[in-house]
């Protein structure tokens, strides 16, 4: 599979309960951990970490129901780069959303 010049590594989705402000998936030896946050009067904003060799992404105002995307680079294995690509939809009441999150991780084909 793949999308424009990455070829798909993994992805799924991930819904959630009310009240859960983060979420965790691995792939390989790669651990992740998306925390979202409101900032009342702020955009949407992304800071990333490593927390104890967790990357961890604090997702401020990712709130919208018709959905907040994110992409980076996460890691480079030889000379490819690792593609992370999520996509955040919020539905219900601010007091019971949950949140629908899509990821794809997807390496580059043929860099060199």
């Known amino acids: 599979m793949r999308s424009g010049k990455r070829e ?3 992805g799924g989705s991930i819904v959630t309960e009310p009240g859960d402000e983060s979420v965790e998936f691995e792939y390989q030896n790669l651990r992740f ?3 979202f946050q409101t900032v009342e009067g702020k955009n949407p904003e992304v800071a990333g970490r490593d927390d104890a060799g967790t990357i961890v992404f604090d997702l401020t105002n ?3 129901s ?3 995307h994110f992409s980076t680079v ?3 294995t030889g000379d490819k ?3 992370l690509a ?3 939809f919020v539905l219900g009441e601010p007091s019971k959303k949950v949140r629908l999150i899509n990821y794809t991780l997807s390496e580059e084909i043929g860099a060199s």
């Open 8 to 10: 798909i590594a993994g």
């Open 33 to 35: 951990r998306l925390v």
């Open 62 to 64: 990712f709130d919208n």
């Open 66 to 68: 018709i959905g907040t």
């Open 74 to 76: 996460v890691a480079a």
């Open 81 to 83: 780069a690792l593609h």
């Open 86 to 88: 999520i996509y955040v």
